[in-house]
């Protein structure tokens, strides 16, 4: 198997770049927009298309300006279509079991852990889950909660409105 390509400077030395753009995106962006030479190779921009799609599909609040974390995105069609394998529950980035055949998958299978999940029926069904340290991507979303608590917004602001349980129908 091929060693991944590690940052060679910043606080991230060492550290795979893979792994970098799934828990800290905002640093890679940043290297996008300080470092004139710094490129990613098709399969790390491949993920990195990936991860911000899925941030924009999500819309999580990031501590960083995501219009420029987006202009980044090589893949304009699936940007425009919101088409990502990732989907973000419960403080984890995961990746559904159907997505197994996509490249994307393979490149970054060893941070992934498997985990059963009961759906809504009571079956069981599997999905997968990144691993590891997903501080950096926490963080920005917290930083940006917490900017917009300085600046008064209530949590309806900051989260959306939810409705009440009485807008949803039955399944």
Known sequence: MKEERKLTFGKYKGQ???????????YIMW??????????TDQEQALYDAIAIMIKKERLPMTFPVEMMYK????????EK??????FNYGYISLRMS???????????????HKIRRNSTKECSSFESLSGDLTGLSHS???????????????????????SMNDYKAL
């Open 16 to 26: 795979e770049i893979k792994y970098i753009i799934l828990t800290h995106i905002g």
């Open 31 to 40: 290297c996008f927009e300080n470092i004139n030479w710094f490129k990613l």
């Open 72 to 79: 980044h995105i090589k893949d304009r069609e699936s940007y």
């Open 82 to 87: 919101l088409n990502t394998p990732f989907t």
């Open 99 to 113: 997505e197994k055949d996509n490249p994307i998958f393979n490149s970054i299978e060893k941070y992934i852990t």
């Open 141 to 163: 979303m917290n930083k940006e909660i917490e900017k917009a608590r300085l600046n008064g917004e209530s949590d309806e602001e900051i989260y959306g409105y939810w409705g």
